[in-house]
């Protein structure tokens, strides 16, 4: 869910900072997508307590004479913000919700085509005011959504930062597997190398992880790789 919504962001902030009509379209179905993805599981809860475990192993850095003690009360003192501005937030996106317009045009945008200016004029006159104005509008939509996407951005970096990239080979058959020993993580993170032109094809469970390297063919189908394939893997927790 976190990568998800990671992924919902970036495309959000991608579309709202261009001038085009379009794209700004692009960027309210994109709100639509994430209050529908917020609104099917508790994501706040999960960042909230993903805080706190951060925040109190921090804390117990404090002992640690070999940790930067300025640097460590920084990262405390920015995890205590951005999750208090998470908790003072309420409900991520509740005002959207209560937009009257908004609510109507995310119901004509479920389906297909029917946002169209024949079917909703004032959505057509939206998209034809001047680009600042949309932003604007856009940026005011987005804000009440911000505290959720800051507390999601320094989640999601401390995971990665939590595991350090090492060199590893594939078998000949282009295949990977480790068992992972009773050891629980929370992300896996591969690098390849782009003159490869390959990608991988992952399965995991708590007892091992499965990967797979493929590549596309003219018809865009997936053929496996049956040479080793050299890759960097990281597991963070």
């Not at 496996?224 to 963070?236: E, G, N, P, T």
Request: with cysteine.
């Amino acid at each position: 869910m976190y990568l998800r919504l990671e992924y919902l962001f970036d495309r959000l902030f991608f579309t709202i900072q261009s001038s085009e009509n379009r794209l700004h379209q692009i960027a309210i179905s994109t709100l639509f997508e994430i209050i529908d993805a917020i609104d099917r599981s508790d994501v706040k809860g999960s960042i909230l307590q993903d805080l706190e475990k951060q925040r109190l192993f921090l804390l117990n850095l404090r002992r640690n004479k070999n940790v930067n003690q300025r640097m460590l009360e920084l990262a405390i003192s920015e995890l205590s913000t951005v999750s208090s501005n998470l908790i003072s937030s309420g409900r991520p996106g509740h005002a959207l919700r209560e937009n009257e317009w908004l609510n109507s045009l995310r119901g004509k945008l479920l389906v297909s085509g029917c946002a169209a200016q024949a079917d909703m004029p004032s959505y057509y006159f939206w998209q034809n005011k001047d680009e600042s104005i949309r932003r604007k509008d856009l940026n005011n939509w987005t804000s009440h959504i911000s505290p959720l996407f800051e507390s999601l951005k320094m989640v999601l970096s401390l995971l990665r930062e939590s595991g350090n990239f090492v060199e590893c080979v594939s078998s000949n058959n282009g295949e990977y597997q480790k068992m992972l020993g009773g050891r629980e993580y929370q992300l896996l993170r591969l690098c390849l190398y782009e003159e490869q032109e390959i990608f991988p094809e992952i399965s995991a469970n708590k007892h091992m992880i499965s990967i797979r390297f493929s590549m596309q063919d003219s018809d865009f189908k997936s053929l496996l790789v049956r040479d080793s394939i050299a890759f960097k893997i990281a597991f963070c927790r």
